[in-house]
């Protein structure tokens, strides 16, 4: 336990935001601190009243006859729970046996505090945790720890980032710095939603003050980062001036409630600093809603002051001494300056992290979880840390929420109590613990715990508009509910609201999860159908992925296309061929607006796009032979020999504004109207674009270590990911035996149906039909292929044994077989090529090996087996569909696989046919020459990789999106 110090620290800064709304919100279900902020009056009494008139027909919680058990039409607000009374019986329920979230929760931010607080603000877990990871003897990491160092990255053996020898914000040795200075942080914004009584998260602040302390050999004795500010919002004012009172007594040495930042001198102890630095503390008493509200609105006025460069407080030199805010009680009625609520005169950018601990998520329904999530706003590299409860033993989980000490129930009751005095003394008289008990049960059908509370006898509660309530003997009144994710689930709930998994902890029993999360510049979500399916919610109206692109999926793609062609690859990349039978970047740059321009100009029979010669110079590229690359048997644009006959990038890019401008016409005129050819002409140049992104990723991996730092997305920590990916292999064989990984799927022979009816010859004739799905011309028609039984390796081939296997044959030396994704350098030092560098192989082992099919051939042949056919594939990708938040695609989670698995596939004979847009492009799959290699990465956008996937005759599943997934 700390030791606090001997000063006397100021009263805790308390803001009042309640029921002064800053922006409108959205109105959802009531849930902890979550309240509707937009009535003059308390809204607790408008849940309440809401609640208790209930609904006119039964909610039945399930299709069971023990469902109907528990069929409700009233119900008592959850906020009513979180009383400054509620919130002391909590508490005590947190010191129970049972109640295993408090203490899973608790378990994760002991073991690894340190290396949350790092990865929450965007740093590398090695500036706290050195070489060698967590200290508790769990974790050997090796000798060394690898960190990003952008253009020139390289292994760093003797200097990495965090460093002081290299200085911590350089992201790399030798001076190299490619990520803009705006992004880097030297200051932390904590806010947590529904804090609490702190005793989990006094230990993310203890890791937060070691951030804070001087490094040797750091300038001027500096820490990682210069202040960190703390923020706990909570519904209660008087549990927030105690609970932070507290913590400021008892954790002294790492936290304070003065919001005078200013770091003290090493040498003098003023104000009984001792020299160390500390975490400045404050309390928001508001809702979510009002608390989320007030943080926008923070951004806001710093971009108005500051212009566009990132959340930052600005200069100030005076303390809040004199401010209203120095009390729980005040509420101001305007918002405070940001000079009023930070003190350093040099702010730099301020990385903001949100807290939502304690399984908070679960109180909402998984709709409204998703709708919350979807409206809270992060800039680029700032983030979100969520825990959720992932639980899914009944027995265990009603007891955690039934305790034999009975806290639970009193917890429960007391909620009852507070609607009642809500409602005015007569309704209290009534609606009071007294006439009702409490009834819990575990719901495994929708995975959550349901309490209620039930009426003992016949009762009548006085309203305020004078119309009682008549409740019966025995009626069911719900008061909470707590739903339960598993791992799947919680992708799709991010999936959904616009999040990216950065990485994740788990407690032992891998019963609680702490995720990580971003909303990120470059990332294509899974198919909306797979992760609602998956969910458990409903499906988007009107929804099909293969369809007309809806306007923000070009968005979504301009985006993305922008951050790799003009941010990662660098000016000096632009007139170069990582790959030789491939064009320089330039081409591409101008090819993609230029492909796009020529059919639309195409089918509306217009001019094209100025200037118009672009047309001839970037209509196409070459597709050289592979096994002759100086036969090329196609027209191709002819492209000038010397750099300066090509056009200026500047050019280029404003001939692409203009062509996306083009498009952005097309939908403003035809959206609701389409007609099936130019759906047709908008989904095929949608999809080249999808395929050109994903080749383009190929190019730039071969120059990795000349890249910039994909920006608007979460630094990857290579070492920590390698950790966690140790640890759940372990998890994995302990749960399920030691040969868990080298299981092998059975499948039955079968006949299945690949391809769709999709004849474009008879666009003129038919009408556009939303629910058309369009595809390539090898897809066209529908048709049926027997697959024998087989089986099939459960996991795809990884790095690991990959190289195990050349070196066991001796041909780590032959070229012919090291895959081109890798790097090997003196010594056989094998790495990973990716947008970050080169990661070594110490930290890539699980990731799935990307190699060529000859590659691949040779290897499952010595291990006695071949690679999958087309129809084996197919029908392992129908009960395995990628377009699943758990398939690592779509710049999803860089967790144990860079890479869906590598396979080679027999092409089956299909009738060959011209692409009918007349483009000449035709979808290439090698017909007649045995093997090709079919490989989903990391970048591919999950609609690209599922087109190819096939549905059995026997189960009527979608072509592409599967209803089903698995973690690969």
């Not at 660098?570 to 039978?581: D, E, G, N, Y």
């Not at 920590?720 to 030691?738: F, K, M, Q, T, W």
Request: with cysteine; hydrophobic share 35%; proline share 7%.
């Amino acid at each position: 336990m700390p030791t606090a110090l001997t000063d006397t620290q100021p009263p805790p800064v308390i803001l009042d935001l309640r029921n002064k709304p800053l922006h409108p919100s959205p109105p959802r279900s009531p849930s902890p601190s979550s309240a509707s902020s937009d009535s003059s009056t308390d809204p607790l009494i408008a849940q309440v009243i809401a609640g208790l008139r209930g609904t006119s027909e039964h909610v039945v919680p399930g299709q069971t006859s023990e469902d109907r058990k528990f069929a409700y039409k009233r119900s008592i607000p959850t906020m009513t729970l979180y009383s400054q009374r509620g919130l002391e019986i909590y508490e005590d329920i947190t010191n129970t046996k049972a109640y295993y979230p408090f203490a899973a929760e608790k378990e994760i931010l002991e073991r690894f505090g340190d290396e949350i607080a790092c990865r929450m603000f965007g740093l590398p877990s090695s500036v706290l945790l050195g070489d060698e990871g967590p200290s508790d003897g769990k974790d050997d990491e090796g000798e060394k720890v690898y960190e990003r160092t952008g253009a020139g990255n390289k292994p760093a053996d003797k200097e990495k980032w965090g460093d002081p020898s290299v200085g911590l914000h350089n992201y790399g040795v030798n001076g190299s710095s490619n990520l803009p200075a705006a992004l880097i942080p030297s200051q932390g914004l904590a806010v947590e939603l529904g804090s609490g009584s702190l005793d989990k998260t006094r230990h993310l602040l203890r890791s937060m003050a070691k951030l804070l302390q001087p490094r040797k050999g750091a300038n001027e004795g500096e820490g990682v980062l210069k202040a960190i500010d703390y923020k706990a919002l909570d519904l209660e004012a008087a549990s927030l001036h105690s609970t932070l009172s507290s913590l400021a007594s008892v954790e002294g040495e790492s936290v304070t409630t003065s919001l005078d930042s200013s770091p003290p001198t090493l040498d003098s102890t003023p104000n009984g600093h001792n020299g160390k630095r500390r975490v400045s503390v404050s309390g928001l008493h508001a809702t979510y809603d009002e608390g989320l509200a007030f943080l926008k609105a923070q951004q806001q006025q710093q971009h108005q002051s500051n212009g566009a460069n990132g959340f930052s407080p600005s200069s100030g030199t005076s303390a809040l001494s004199d401010s209203p805010l120095s009390s729980p009680e005040s509420s101001p009625t305007r918002l405070p300056a940001l000079s009023e609520l930070s003190a350093l005169e040099d702010p730099g950018r301020r990385a903001t992290s949100i807290l939502w601990l304690g399984s908070s998520c679960g109180n909402y329904t998984r709709s409204e979880a998703v709708e919350f999530l979807r409206n809270i706003e992060l800039r680029e590299g700032d983030t979100m840390v969520i825990g959720i409860d992932a639980c899914a033993d009944g027995p265990k989980i009603v007891q955690a929420y039934n305790d034999p000490e009975g806290v639970t129930r009193a917890f429960i009751l007391e909620g009852v109590d507070v609607a009642g005095r809500t409602l005015g003394p007569e309704t209290a008289k009534v609606l009071n613990q007294d006439n009702f008990e409490y009834v819990n049960r575990w719901n495994v059908q929708l995975g959550r715990h349901e309490a209620y509370v039930r009426a003992k006898s016949d009762l009548s509660i006085p309203m305020p508009d004078g119309e009682d309530v008549e409740l019966s003997s025995g009626e069911l009144l719900n008061i909470e509910f707590s739903y339960k994710y598993t791992y799947s689930e919680a992708l799709s709930l991010f999936h959904l609201s616009g999040f990216r998994l950065i990485q994740h902890w788990t407690d032992s029993s891998h019963s609680h999860y702490l995720y990580l999360v971003e909303k990120p510049r470059m990332w294509f979500p899974a198919t909306p159908t797979s992760a609602s399916r998956m969910l458990g919610v409903k499906e988007e109206e009107g929804s099909n992925e293969y369809g007309v692109p809806r306007l923000e999926k070009w968005e979504e793609m301009w985006k993305a296309w922008d951050a790799l062609m003009l941010d990662i690859i660098p000016p000096s990349l632009r007139f170069t061929k990582p790959i030789p039978l491939r064009h320089i970047p330039l081409f591409y740059v101008g090819h993609i607006p230029a492909f796009r321009d020529i059919h639309l100009s195409r089918y509306f029979s217009e001019p094209l796009t100025s200037p118009s010669h672009f047309a001839d110079l970037f209509e196409r590229g070459i597709d050289p032979c592979t096994d002759e690359p100086d036969k090329i048997n196609h027209w191709h644009s002819e492209v000038p020999a010397e750099e300066e006959g090509w056009p200026a990038m500047e050019e280029i890019v404003q001939y692409e504004r203009r062509v996306r401008d083009r498009v952005r016409e097309v939908y403003a005129k035809f959206e609701g109207r389409w007609e099936r050819r130019l759906a047709r002409v908008l989904m095929m140049v949608f999809e080249h674009e999808m395929m050109h992104w994903e080749t383009a990723i190929y190019i730039c991996l071969q120059a990795c270590t000349s890249l910039n730092i994909p920006p608007g997305m979460a630094i990857p920590d290579f070492a920590s990911l390698s950790r966690l990916a140790d640890r759940e292999i372990a998890h994995e064989r302990a749960v399920l035996g030691p040969n868990a990984r080298q299981q092998r799927l059975t499948f039955d022979a079968r006949t299945i149906e690949v391809g769709h009816d999709d004849d474009d010859r008879v666009d003129e004739q038919v009408a556009f039909d939303p629910s058309h799905e369009f595809g390539w011309d090898v897809e066209h028609p529908q048709r049926r292929i027997e697959v024998g039984a087989f089986e099939i390796d459960a996991l795809p081939v990884t790095n690991g044994e990959y190289l195990d296997w050349l070196v066991k044959n001796g041909g780590l030396e032959e070229s012919k077989l090291v895959p081109a994704s890798w790097a090997v350098s003196e010594g056989a030092k094998v790495a990973v090529k990716t947008l970050y560098g080169e990661v070594p192989i110490e930290y890539a082992r699980e990731w799935p090996v990307a190699a060529c099919a000859d590659q691949l051939e040779r290897f499952a042949k010595d291990k006695g087996g071949r690679l999958p056919t087309f129809g084996e594939l197919s029908v392992f990708l129908q009960q395995n569909p990628v377009s699943t938040p758990l398939s690592n695609i779509g710049f999803e989670h860089l967790l144990f696989r860079l890479l869906f698995p590598a396979k080679g596939a027999t092409a089956p004979s299909f009738p060959a046919r011209t692409a009918g847009c007349g483009s000449g492009l035709r979808r290439r799959s090698r017909r007649g020459r045995g093997t090709t290699t079919r490989c989903c990465t990391l970048v591919t956008r999950p609609t690209l990789w599922t087109a190819s996937t096939a549905s059995s005759s026997a189960a009527a599943t979608p072509r592409r999106a599967g209803s089903s997934g698995r973690r690969w």
